[in-house]
């Protein structure tokens, strides 16, 4: 028989059954990351649009091709023009699942994957591939690669210049010698074209 300092629980007030809920309430964990239903929606249209105009390059590039060699099985624009009416064919789908059909299993994943994005991180890293592309026949493939890369790992977080640096100079000599001198691939030398 419950005694009557007991709570409506049968346990006496005070207990740790008590406590451990007032602790597990005032327990500093963080609540997991809302996902706004939206989120990724545009992304996913965006990529569909984006698949079907490279899809509508390559093949207008066939056919061109194809214009002026044929269109046999042996010329030179039968095999990209067979991957263009594939790409054509899976960017169409794509546009239709992300508008007009609407995958609710991808819609969702893509709202996850959004809200999980360091969107700050990855804008900084293709205003970075923008000015490397920019850079890259002015001051050098090596130069170029060298900065790009120490660039990098500092968004990334590594605050070891040092060993970056040294990384990122035997990496894109190593990448440009390769090229140059194995594969007869010249890469732009830039401000060290009169020493390479």
């Known amino acids: 028989m419950p005694s009557p300092d007991s709570g409506p629980s ?3 007030d005070g207990s740790p059954a008590e406590s451990h809920d007032d602790s597990s309430a005032g327990s500093g964990h963080a609540s997991p990351a809302v996902i706004k239903p939206g989120a990724g929606k545009l992304g ?4 569909a ?3 079907l105009l490279g899809a509508a390059v390559v093949l207008f590039d066939a056919v061109r091709v194809s214009i002026n ?9 039968f095999f990209p023009m067979i991957v263009g009416i594939g790409l054509v064919g ?8 992300a508008t007009l059909k609407p995958d609710q299993a991808l819609f969702e994943q893509a709202a996850a994957e959004h809200t999980d994005t ?12 923008v ?10 493939y090596i130069i170029a690669t060298t900065v790009f890369f120490v660039g990098i790992a500092w968004v990334a977080g590594s605050r070891r210049l040092i060993r970056d640096v040294i990384i990122a100079v035997l990496f894109s000599a190593g990448v440009y010698f390769g090229f140059t001198e194995l594969l007869g691939v ?5 401000l060290l074209e009169t020493v390479l």
Do not use: C, E, S
Not at 186 to 190: D, M, T
């Open 186 to 190: 010249r890469l732009p030398g830039g």
């Open 90 to 97: 899976f960017g169409l789908a794509f546009l239709v699942r």
């Open 69 to 77: 060699g044929g269109f046999g099985p042996q010329q030179p624009g």
């Open 49 to 51: 649009v984006v698949i």
């Open 131 to 140: 000015i490397y592309a920019a850079l890259l026949d002015p001051l050098g």
């Open 10 to 12: 049968g346990l006496p």
């Open 44 to 47: 996913i249209k965006i990529a």
């Open 118 to 129: 360091h969107w700050r991180t990855l804008w900084t890293v293709v205003v970075a591939l």
